[in-house]
């Protein structure tokens, strides 16, 4: 059991140490990084929420729904 601990110990300090340089090494993406995908990924969402918005207006005028409908089928 004691050889255990220290088998634990001689793994777990190194394991740290190289973790602790991973972090603060290029490997990680940064915040300014995040940000940049951030702005990108919401911007194609926009888009495609307003792409969606146009086919549902066209679908309505396609089949001719009515204000009355649209209350009827949201209740």
């Known amino acids: 059991m004691i050889s255990a601990f220290f088998t634990g110990v ?4 190194p394991t740290s ?3 602790m340089k991973l972090l603060n090494s290029s ?9 940049d995908m ?5 911007i ?3 888009q495609i929420d307003e792409f969606r918005e ?6 309505e005028k396609f089949l ?5 409908t649209k209350q009827v089928l949201s209740d």
């Open 10 to 13: 001689v793994v777990a300090i």
């Open 17 to 19: 140490l190289v973790m």
């Open 27 to 35: 490997l990680f993406i940064n915040n300014s990084e995040l940000r």
């Open 38 to 42: 951030n702005q990108k990924i919401s």
């Open 44 to 46: 194609v969402i926009n």
């Open 54 to 59: 146009e086919r549902r207006e066209e679908r």
């Open 64 to 68: 001719n729904v009515s204000d009355d």
